[in-house]
């Protein structure tokens, strides 16, 4: 079950995204085109970029959404977002794209049909599964929220070295993001408090600099 792409000329990092899904990506022009070109087992999701045209971006999108023909997913950018309040869009994810996160929406969106990526990261007794946003520490399920996932994968995947917090909001919030450096206390507070007393030392405060992981 492929998915359709609107730009066609869509950033190579959505490109790239959707490669890393194992899905078939398709370029569509116009919503015409996603009606016409409908594989017979029909869209896994149409994928909308809004990228620098915003308001065409949404427009198509609203299309789509309105003939019911597939699902729709919106790429915006955190200055994009007004455009979205009132939107009866299916799901939408903010730039910069993450492809596990990428993947584990389209797969919900087409009802869990395509396949999950695999990959597992560890760390000790920690396990973060990438494809289905599941952590656990000594096999017991840690509920985390989606940023408090993301700075602990960060964390794992980085293991030694001394991050600032500047240097983790541009990497894990992304470049654009308009919180102060609090949010990375926060939480790396809610972090250890959720893997434990015994398991929070993994992430160590450095005076004057930020925080290391391992």
């Known amino acids: 079950m492929p998915v359709a792409h609107h730009p066609p000329d869509a950033s190579q990092t959505l490109l790239a995204a959707l490669a890393s899904t194992g899905l078939e990506a398709r370029p569509v022009a116009d919503p015409a085109a996603v009606l016409e070109g409908e594989p017979p087992d029909g869209w896994a999701a149409v994928v909308v970029e809004l990228g620098a045209d ?3 971006g949404l427009a198509f999108a609203r299309r789509i959404q309105d003939a019911g023909t597939a699902p729709v997913l919106v ?6 977002i007004a455009g ?4 009866s869009f299916d799901d939408f994810v903010l730039a910069p794209l993450d492809p596990a ?5 389209i797969s919900r969106l087409a009802g869990g049909e395509v396949a999950a990526l695999d990959e597992v990261l560890e760390f000790k007794d920690l396990s973060l599964n990438t494809a289905t946003y599941q952590a656990s520490v000594g096999h017991v399920p840690v509920d985390l929220t989606f940023m408090e996932y993301e700075l602990l994968r960060f964390f794992v995947s ?5 991050w600032s917090r500047e240097q983790l909001l541009s990497r894990v919030w992304g470049y654009d993001y308009f919180g ?5 206390d926060v939480h790396v507070r ?3 408090a959720k893997l434990g007393e015994e398991r929070a030392p993994w992430i160590t405060t450095v005076r004057s600099v930020g925080y290391r992981f391992g």
């Open 54 to 56: 915003p308001a065409t």
């Open 75 to 80: 790429v915006a950018g955190r200055s994009d």
């Open 84 to 87: 979205l309040i009132g939107a």
């Open 101 to 105: 996160e990428l993947a584990l929406r």
């Open 158 to 162: 980085n293991p030694g070295r001394v």
């Open 180 to 184: 102060g450096a609090r949010t990375v």
């Open 190 to 192: 809610r972090l250890r």
